[in-house]
């Protein structure tokens, strides 16, 4: 989706109902286990990689997606690597597969995607209270 990063949910005045999600259920594995680091990868990639573990949108990867994230992880170690200096081409091709995998906020946030910590629910105003997370509705959809 081009143009800007929309706002978050609770920092938008316009509260009209956007589009519902189009979900399909399809039969899955219950739990995904993501492919191990590459012990040769640069410190920057393993950080990545690592972090996607502890991600909120990890909980919906298929092993497709770890595969992808393995790849750019992958990518991102052979690039940084190098005693040449990094190529911007490849960097933008790493920042569009970590798009890809909505890693950024702003990605999420293009798809209407929020994730929220437990601790900042806490301190919610009533009216953020009120709203059906997008993230809860997705995974209570497709957990059945």
């Given at each position: 989706?081009?143009?800007?990063?929309?706002?978050?949910?609770?920092?938008?005045?316009?509260?009209?109902?956007?589009?519902?999600?189009?979900?399909l259920?399809?039969?899955?594995?219950a739990?995904?286990?993501?492919?191990?680091?590459?012990?040769?990868?640069?410190?920057?990639?393993?950080?990545?990689?690592?972090?996607?573990?502890?991600?909120?949108?990890s909980?919906?990867?298929?092993?497709?997606?770890?595969?992808?994230?393995?790849?750019?992880?992958?990518?991102?170690?052979?690039?940084?690597?190098?005693p040449?200096?990094?190529?911007?081409?490849?960097?933008?091709?790493?920042?569009?597969?970590?798009d890809s995998?909505?890693?950024?906020?702003?990605a999420?946030?293009?798809?209407?995607?929020?994730?929220?910590?437990?601790?900042?629910?806490?301190?919610?105003?009533?009216?953020?209270?009120?709203?059906?997370?997008?993230?809860?509705?997705?995974k209570?959809?497709?957990?059945?």
């Amino acid at each position: 989706m081009p143009g800007p990063v929309p706002k978050r949910s609770d920092q938008r005045r316009r509260r009209n109902k956007p589009a519902g999600p189009a979900t399909l259920k399809v039969a899955g594995a219950a739990a995904v286990k993501p492919l191990s680091e590459d012990k040769a990868w640069h410190i920057s990639a393993k950080r990545w990689y690592r972090s996607l573990k502890h991600s909120g949108q990890s909980v919906f990867f298929e092993p497709s997606d770890w595969a992808a994230a393995h790849l750019c992880a992958t990518l991102l170690s052979d690039e940084m690597k190098r005693p040449e200096p990094v190529r911007a081409t490849i960097i933008a091709q790493v920042n569009s597969m970590m798009d890809s995998l909505l890693t950024t906020e702003g990605a999420r946030r293009r798809l209407r995607i929020e994730l929220q910590r437990t601790e900042a629910a806490k301190h919610m105003d009533e009216n953020t209270e009120a709203a059906i997370l997008l993230m809860e509705t997705y995974k209570n959809d497709l957990t059945g």
